[in-house]
């Protein structure tokens, strides 16, 4: 079925089920699911997707970009990269007086310091700046869920893995992923008590998901923020 609103036309499909509420899903391809109880009229599932329309464009849209994958990166004035769950632009600024190639975020941009106009010592420059940051949020997550738990954590690394968001071995040492810096604050802080509740078990059980859900009602969301973002997670 289609539908049209406010100037835009999206394709739908109604699937019928045993069930009180209707609800929207949005697939891997963009596809637009509508789940309703059986004997719902199709003018109350419309009347949902007008209610639901921001919402579904918005992730239509993000669907169908992971689908194509990141773009290659330009490193030059204007190309945009997360920070803190938002894109910013960048500025770079050529200045042989500088130290060391850094990064400053001011004034809703991200400005680049630079004694080379080199692309690859841009990028570099940029991943320091997010281990950094990484670094420091993550410290400051930790002091503020320190009292939820008895031990503290040996030691903090920030790393450049590619399989995980952080990790607690048996010795109580947490190490995050340096790209957490680009996700929400709200994100960063779930991967951290997902790792500080490591200290006290060590497994995935449902002890283990009650102290996260205790601690972070809402933890499913940061979840889903994950898993729906990470493709972008780039520099």
């Given at each position: 079925?289609?539908?049209?609103?406010?100037?835009?036309?999206?394709?739908?499909?109604?699937?019928?089920?045993?069930?009180?509420?209707?609800?929207?899903?949005?697939?891997?391809?963009?596809?637009?699911?509508?789940?309703?109880?059986?004997?719902?009229?199709?003018?109350?599932?419309?009347?949902?997707?007008?209610?639901?329309?921001?919402?579904?464009?918005?992730?239509?849209?993000?669907?169908?970009?992971?689908?194509?994958?990141?773009?290659?990166?330009?490193?030059?004035?204007?190309?945009?990269?997360?920070?803190?769950?938002?894109?910013?632009?960048?500025?770079?600024?050529?200045?042989?007086?500088?130290?060391?190639?850094?990064?400053?975020?001011?004034?809703?941009?991200?400005?680049?310091?630079?004694?080379?106009?080199?692309?690859?010592?841009?990028?570099?420059?940029?991943?320091?700046?997010?281990?950094?940051?990484?670094?420091?949020?993550?410290?400051?997550s930790i002091q503020?869920?320190?009292?939820?738990?008895?031990?503290?954590?040996?030691?903090?690394?920030?790393?450049?893995?590619?399989?995980?968001?952080?990790?607690?071995?048996?010795?109580?040492?947490?190490?995050?992923?340096?790209?957490?810096?680009?996700?929400?604050?709200?994100?960063?802080?779930?991967?951290?008590?997902?790792?500080?509740?490591?200290?006290?078990?060590?497994?995935?059980?449902?002890?283990?998901?009650?102290?996260?859900?205790?601690?972070?009602?809402?933890?499913?969301?940061?979840?889903?923020?994950?898993?729906l973002s990470n493709?972008?997670?780039?520099?």
């Amino acid at each position: 079925m289609i539908h049209t609103y406010l100037g835009e036309t999206i394709d739908f499909y109604i699937n019928y089920k045993k069930q009180r509420n209707m609800g929207i899903y949005i697939d891997i391809h963009g596809n637009i699911e509508v789940q309703a109880p059986k004997g719902t009229s199709v003018e109350s599932v419309r009347q949902l997707l007008e209610e639901k329309w921001d919402w579904i464009q918005q992730n239509s849209k993000e669907m169908k970009e992971r689908k194509r994958g990141p773009k290659e990166k330009a490193y030059d004035h204007g190309e945009s990269f997360l920070y803190l769950g938002n894109e910013y632009p960048i500025q770079i600024v050529q200045d042989m007086n500088v130290k060391q190639d850094h990064v400053v975020f001011e004034g809703d941009k991200l400005h680049i310091y630079v004694k080379q106009l080199d692309e690859e010592k841009i990028k570099q420059a940029l991943k320091r700046f997010y281990y950094q940051q990484c670094k420091a949020l993550v410290e400051k997550s930790i002091q503020s869920y320190q009292s939820y738990f008895k031990t503290k954590p040996r030691s903090i690394r920030i790393s450049d893995s590619n399989r995980n968001w952080g990790t607690c071995d048996s010795k109580m040492q947490l190490t995050f992923n340096w790209k957490l810096a680009m996700a929400p604050m709200k994100v960063i802080e779930y991967v951290v008590v997902h790792e500080m509740c490591h200290m006290v078990h060590m497994n995935h059980d449902r002890s283990f998901w009650r102290l996260v859900g205790k601690i972070m009602p809402d933890y499913k969301e940061a979840e889903n923020w994950l898993a729906l973002s990470n493709w972008k997670m780039t520099v």
